[in-house]
C-alpha cells in the first residue's frame, strides 16, 4: 500500500497518510485510459459544423447559357459544386461524436491515471489550504510551498468557496470537486493536489459488490386464484354435404377434389375468398352454396397442410398436364417444395414423386375511376407429379 506525507499550507510535514492501492498502486493500463480520454475529447465537440450542398444553396434554378455554340463548357446550374459559390460535395454535416464507454472502463481509466501520478510522485495531500478569505497571492504561494509546477490539478470540496475563487484567476490551475475527477483532468495535469478530504477511497472508484438480499423469514399465503370462466359456445362449422356445386348455372361445377380442398379449410370453418371468372369460381361458388365463413388471405403459418394448399388451377394448360400426370395448384406464396409435398399427400392420400413451382408476378392494374396504377398481389404455383397409379380427379362437367 503507497504511502504519501501529508503537508501542511506552508510546505511543512504533518504526518503520513496510506493510500488505496486498489486506486494509486495498480499497473496503469494504457490502451483503456486511452479510449477513455479519446471518447471524453470527442464528447466535448459540438458537432454543429454545416455546409449547404448544391440543394440548398440560393439561386441556380435556370440553365447559364444555353447547351451549344457559346464555346464554352456546357452548364446546366450554377449551384454545381465545381463552382464558386455552389454546393459543396460531401461537406460535414451536424452530427453528434458522443462515444459510449462503459463505466467499469472510465473508473479503470481514472485509477490508472492516478497509479501512474502516484508512481512519479506527482500527488501532493494537504491537511487544509488555510484560506480565510479569497485572495489569488495566497493561491499562488501555496503552490510555490507545497512544490507544485506546471499545469496543476486541485481537488476541493464543494463548500470550500474561497479555495475555488483564489484559485480560478489562475490559467495553469484547474479546480474540480472529487465528484468531477476525471482520468483527461488527471493525465494533462503535471501535478494533482488533494487535500485530506478529498483523497478518493476505495468505495468512491471502486464500485462496491452488492450485498445479498436478505432471504425472506416466511412467504406470504397464496392468494387464491379466481375461479376460469366458461369457454364461450363456438359456432358450429358447416358441413359440405353435396359434392358437386352449380350455383350460377355457367356450368362449372366443383368437384371432389375441390371440396377435399374446401374441407381441409374447414377444419377452422374458414375459407378464402378466390377472385376470377367463368372456370375460376368454383370455390366460391362452394362458400357460396354451403354459407361458410370466409376471409381474405394473409400471413400463416407453415404448420398445416390447411394453410399451404389454397385451390387447384383448372386452365386449358392443366388440361392438357393431366395426361401425363402433373396436377397444378396455387399454393402459399411462402410455402416451401417439402411443405406443399407433404400437403399434397396428407389432403388426397397420393404419392407425390416431384414437385416444381413457378411464382407468378402480379400484373400492373389502373384505376378506371381516379387513373391511379396499382398491382395485383403475387401468387404461387405448384407443378405436383404424382407416383404411377395414383390419380386426383380435379372436376366434374
Known amino acids: 500500500m503507497p504511502t504519501i506525507t501529508v503537508k501542511t499550507a506552508s510546505g511543512a510535514d504533518s504526518g503520513s497518510l496510506d493510500l488505496a492501492d486498489a486506486i494509486f498502486g495498480i499497473e496503469p493500463n494504457g490502451p483503456v485510459m486511452h479510449q477513455v480520454v479519446t471518447a471524453q475529447l470527442a464528447a466535448r465537440r459540438a458537432g454543429t459544423h454545416s455546409t449547404k450542398t448544391r440543394a440548398e444553396v440560393r439561386g441556380g434554378a435556370a440553365k447559364p447559357w444555353r447547351q451549344k455554340g457559346t464555346g464554352r463548357a456546357r452548364a446546366g446550374s450554377s449551384n454545381s459544386p465545381n463552382w464558386r459559390g455552389g454546393g459543396v460535395a460531401m461537406g ?67 463548500d470550500d468557496e474561497a479555495g475555488w475563487k483564489s484559485f480560478r484567476n489562475l490559467g495553469h490551475v484547474h479546480v474540480a470537486s472529487p465528484g468531477e475527477l476525471n482520468a483527461y483532468d488527471v493525465l494533462v495535469s503535471d501535478f494533482v493536489v488533494f487535500t485530506t478530504a478529498t483523497v478518493p477511497t476505495t468505495d468512491e472508484v471502486v464500485k462496491p459488490k452488492r450485498a445479498a438480499k436478505p432471504k425472506a423469514a416466511a412467504e406470504p399465503p397464496a392468494v387464491p386464484e379466481p375461479a376460469a370462466a366458461a369457454p364461450a359456445e363456438q359456432e358450429p362449422v358447416p358441413v359440405l354435404e ?35 371468372g367463368r372456370g375460376r369460381r368454383f370455390l366460391a361458388a362452394a362458400v357460396a352454396a354451403q354459407g361458410c365463413r370466409s376471409r381474405r388471405r394473409g400471413r400463416v403459418s407453415m404448420q398445416d397442410p390447411r394453410d399451404v394448399i389454397i385451390e387447384p ?7 392438357q398436364m393431366l395426361e401425363d400426370g402433373v396436377y397444378t395448384f396455387k399454393v402459399h406464396p411462402k410455402s416451401s417444395k417439402p411443405e406443399i409435398r407433404d400437403a399434397i399427400e396428407s389432403i388426397f392420400g397420393v404419392t407425390v414423386t416431384k414437385v416444381n413451382t413457378l411464382n407468378r408476378k402480379g400484373k400492373r392494374t389502373r384505376n378506371r375511376r381516379t387513373g391511379g396504377w396499382g398491382k395485383r398481389a403475387d401468387t404461387k404455383r405448384a407443378l405436383v407429379t404424382l407416383a404411377e397409379g395414383d390419380s386426383i380427379e380435379l372436376f366434374e362437367v
Open 242 to 276: 353435396d359434392p358437386a356445386v352449380d350455383s350460377d348455372g355457367d356450368g362449372v361445377v366443383v368437384s371432389p377434389a375441390h371440396v377435399a380442398v374446401l374441407r381441409a379449410h374447414q377444419g377452422r370453418g374458414v375459407v378464402h375468398h378466390r377472385r376470377g
Open 92 to 158: 460535414p454535416r451536424p452530427r453528434k461524436y458522443n462515444q459510449r464507454t462503459p463505466k467499469k472502463m472510465v473508473r479503470l481509466a481514472l485509477r490508472s491515471a492516478l497509479s501512474d501520478r502516484a508512481a512519479e510522485d506527482k500527488v501532493i495531500v494537504v491537511d487544509s489550504l488555510g484560506f480565510d478569505t479569497p485572495r489569488t497571492k495566497d493561491a499562488i504561494a501555496f503552490l510555490d510551498a507545497v512544490g507544485a509546477e506546471g499545469r496543476v490539478l486541485v481537488v476541493l470540496p464543494r
Open 313 to 319: 388451377i383448372v386452365s386449358e394448360k392443366s388440361y
